[in-house]
């Protein structure tokens, strides 16, 4: 298997934070090089050293890196994707530049070559019992007459390849029975609110922090003929008030395939956007972070009406709590 090197720029104070967010979408194995250490191992040697090897000697002057490995197939560019958004969402809340410079640099393989060859693995592919979905350079027969769901991440997240994406488009589909007003919260390629829209539902609201994911949503709903009720925006809900308001309430169907902390962090402000009977739909959630969501949502007055799990990673389906599920 090849595998690509992908290096983040921080500080020492970044670490933590940046290898958070890497175990946030499952990844867990890192290097770490840090100057620090090269100044504590001098100050705590004993003895009388005449040779340090030369990669020791090499953290001396080093900017401090997290570097972690991805696999050169879908999963990979899924993952990348990933890990850039997160180190996007990270730097937006550094407003005294703690964590350095929070770049991605690709090792083994040039970006551009990078960006253009993972195009090799996106194939047509059928998503529960409604949906098919496809890139633009592909061409697909339909025979079981499903919706066809066309998409062109780019740089963005959300091919519907990952497990995250798939889960919430097969709740998604059991949840559109038509005219509905969807809200996508970190809405990347669009994916989810178009395959909304494409399933029946009369409007949807995009939302992302990224305006270059606003952008591809935006150019994605009119590859899929979507030429109203389509509206995107740029922000976060949690500092944005302004944006709050432009959002406005009532929403049927709330997707959110983010990240487990950032769920968590969002939860409370869900109630505001959703209908009396709404169904909101979170994804991006590792198994191992589950706990931490589902009582973050129950703290926020919603109660689990669905749940799916596939390869380490959960989605749930929530209702407003009532008197009944009290």
Known sequence: ???????????TEGIEPVCGRLMQIGITGFVIRDPNDFREFLENKDGNWDYIDKDLMGLANCETTVTCYLTNDPDGFEKLKELRAQMEDLAAIDDDLRFGRLYTELM???????ANNWKQYFRPFLVGSRLAVKPSWETYAN???RTVLEIDPESSFGTGQHHTTRLCLEMLETQVKGGERILDLGCGSGILSIAGMLLGAGSAYAVDIDPNSVRIASQNAVKNHITSGYVTDVGNITSDEELCARIGTGYDIITANIVADVLIAMSGYFGRFLSADGVIIISGIILERCDEVMEAMDKAGFHRIAMRTANGWAAAAYRFRNEQNN
Do not use: L, S
């Open 108 to 114: 083994n393989v040039r970006e551009e070559d990078w």
């Open 1 to 11: 298997m090849d595998w690509i090197q992908a290096d983040i720029y921080t500080t």
């Open 143 to 145: 025979p079981e007459g």
